[in-house]
């Protein structure tokens, strides 16, 4: 079955760094485009970045540009968002999913129904 395992978060203090790694199994990974999300306690999770399985192009929300990066190794079915100069609104929990584009939309739509545990970040002095 489709899995998701998120790890690498933490509490950090403003302006520190973390990197989030997503383990997948159960599907061809190196086929899909691959997502990174985070959540907050009354909201809807959204999108923060994604990366595409063909050229390896990177996509990321305005909030997050320039200071986030996500990055993927085929070789080991991982994904990988580092996170720099974080701020206190990036507190939230983070998942990964595997992506398919859809032409109305600007960042590919989750491609199955599993999410992992998610990884907690906190960023608080």
């Known amino acids: 079955q489709v899995q998701f395992v998120e790890s690498g978060g933490g509490l950090v203090q403003p302006g520190g760094s973390l990197k989030l790694s997503c383990v997948t199994s159960?599907?061809?990974?190196?086929?899909?485009?691959m997502n990174w999300y985070r959540q907050v306690p009354g909201k809807e999770r959204e999108i923060v970045a994604s990366?595409?399985?063909?050229?390896?192009?990177?996509k990321y929300v305005d909030s997050v540009k320039g200071r986030f990066t996500i990055s993927r190794d085929n070789a080991k079915n991982t994904v990988y968002l580092q996170m720099n100069s974080l701020k206190s609104e990036n507190t939230a929990v983070y998942y990964c999913?595997?992506?398919?584009?859809?032409?109305?939309?600007?960042?590919?739509?989750?491609?199955?129904?599993?999410w992992g545990q998610g990884t907690q970040v906190t960023v608080s002095s």
């Open positions: 999913s595997a992506g398919v584009p859809h032409p109305n939309m600007e960042y590919p739509l989750a491609a199955f129904p599993s």
């Open positions: 990366i595409t399985s063909t050229d390896h192009s990177t």
């Open positions: 159960g599907f061809t990974f190196k086929t899909y485009a």
